[in-house]
């Protein structure tokens, strides 16, 4: 695998919103501002969460003794610009309370988890641990493997699975994924309808997190493989650590309280025709495609005008490239006269 070339799952959903956009990204190395303030808090979150369960504890109070902690050293160096030290105050308590709840949905419960991980344990904690997926290429000229990367923030084992889990900002990126337990239906649907050139259905989101799931799955399997690990499945799950609907803030007690809600991907990815078949949570559909678009990006195809109507629509007005991009401007250009 290692002479393969490589590709990240982050990238081809950079790559189902615009082609270009991946171009500009991954293949002249552009960086794109990122001023969404919510990611660097998630961070330091993220962080935070991971020291206490890298620590090996196990119990709710010590888990969150550790987690506050960290959290607090990293704040004194956080030097986000808040209007006041008021909305300082106010930000810092909501990561409170956001890890109170992520401690009470599901860290515990993952804490054990990584425990009966044993020797592996402190291996399979991140943040941002990579995984590794392998797939064969079709194309008659260029390379016959690539290798896709994604990358969890820890693994952790329930009865029958282990668990590859990621904080998240937020699950609105994942629109219908949220609301549904299942590939078959609507969730197939949309993923087919993505790709038909004939639908005006445009996900991105929803399609890059299909994918990035089935990159992860893979990912966990073959980590299991090499350390040895036991578990029926493998399974995906987001937490999101900066959802404002599930934060609510009492400004007359001054205090904040929060819900975390995770959700595993993996049942709306896998298709339960595949899995009667090989008893392996995978989605033929999904593979197929994720190695389609990944020949195209290897194939070097970055011309964004096959979807150019849904490209200009929904992928441009936010794009951060959009400045110094020829097609954008053209575009312009052609509309105008
Ligand atoms: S401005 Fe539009 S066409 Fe250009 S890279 Fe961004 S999304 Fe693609």
Not at 22 to 28: C, D, K, P
Not at 110 to 123: D, Q, T, V, Y
Not at 229 to 238: D, F, G, I, P, S
């Amino acid at each position: 695998m290692s002479d393969s070339p490589t590709l990240t799952a982050d990238g081809l959903e950079t790559y189902l919103h615009c082609p270009r956009r991946y171009e500009f990204a991954h293949v002249h190395g552009l960086e794109a501002e990122d001023d969404d303030a919510s990611r660097d808090r998630v961070a330091l979150l993220r962080e935070a969460i991971c020291a206490a369960l890298r620590s090996g504890a196990t119990d709710r109070e010590r888990l969150e003794e550790i987690a506050a902690e960290r959290l607090s050293e990293l704040w004194a160096g956080h030097d986000e610009p808040f209007h006041s030290r008021i909305q300082r105050n106010h930000e810092r308590a909501v990561l409170e309370a956001v890890l109170e709840a992520y401690l009470e949905a599901v860290g515990v419960d993952h804490a054990a988890g990584i425990e009966r991980l044993e020797g592996s344990a402190n291996e399979l904690v991140g943040p941002a641990l990579p995984l590794a997926s392998a797939r064969s290429l079709s194309a008659e000229d260029g390379p016959n493997r690539v290798r896709i990367d994604a990358k969890v923030d820890y693994v952790t084992r329930t009865e029958s699975s282990l668990v590859g889990v990621s904080f998240v900002p937020t699950l609105a990126p994942l629109g219908l994924l949220r609301y549904r337990s299942d590939w078959e239906g609507d969730v197939a649907a949309l993923f087919v309808d993505h790709f038909d050139g004939g639908s005006d259905v445009f996900e991105p989101r929803a399609v890059g997190a299909l994918f990035e799931t089935s990159v992860v799955v893979d990912g966990l399997r073959r980590l299991q493989e090499r350390l040895d690990l036991e578990a029926k499945t493998c399974r995906y799950v987001q937490v999101p650590l900066a959802d404002r609907n599930r934060t609510a803030v009492n400004w007359v007690q001054d205090t904040v309280d929060a819900t975390v809600e995770p959700t595993d991907l993996t049942d709306v990815y896998i298709d339960h025709h595949t899995y009667a078949m090989t008893h392996e949570h995978r989605n033929e559909t999904v593979d197929s495609r994720l190695v389609d678009v990944a020949s195209d990006v290897l194939g070097g195809s970055f011309d964004p005008t096959p979807r150019w109507d849904e490209i200009a629509s929904e992928s441009c007005p936010d794009c951060e490239y959009a400045v110094g991009c020829q097609d954008r401007l053209a575009a312009e250009v052609r509309f105008d006269g």
